[in-house]
């Protein structure tokens, strides 16, 4: 059965930037597989080298997580809508140091105008 995968903006470099992708499955995990056959460069981006997805990519059908349904077993009826998110993380450099924390007298702002650090009394 037809299925269509909406696909975010950071993974349509891997699906010729389309922003949606018509695949057969019977299952979530079907239809996801079917998505990286068409599109193979696609795979390493949702599938761990031991071939389970990934484990920041989310798949939604409707509002809700696959995660609170059955998985990639989740069946799918003709006409069924995927979105596939996957979360975002970041930080400064790796060392959990995001910066100034606005509000922390322990870690004053840098002033972006002078470079200069603020300390204490800021007036």
Do not use: C, W
């Not at 992708?21 to 079907?30: C, H, K, R």
């Not at 069946?75 to 975002?88: C, E, Q, R, T």
């Not at 910066?99 to 007036?123: I, M, S, Y």
């Amino acid at each position: 059965m037809a299925v269509t995968i909406q696909i975010p903006t950071a993974l349509r470099n891997f699906t010729d930037r389309q922003d949606e992708v018509t695949v057969e499955g019977a299952t979530v995990g079907a239809a996801i597989a079917a998505l990286a056959e068409q599109y193979p460069d696609i795979r390493r981006h949702l599938y761990q080298d031991d071939n389970s997805l990934r484990s920041f990519i989310n798949i939604f059908i409707g509002d809700t997580n696959i995660k609170k349904l059955q998985g990639l077993d989740t069946p799918l009826s003709g006409g069924a809508v995927l979105m596939l998110v996957p979360a975002i993380a970041g930080g400064k450099d790796g060392t959990g140091d995001i910066g100034p924390v606005p509000g922390n007298p322990a870690r004053p702002p840098d002033n972006a105008a002078t470079g200069a650090k603020l300390t204490g009394d800021a007036r």
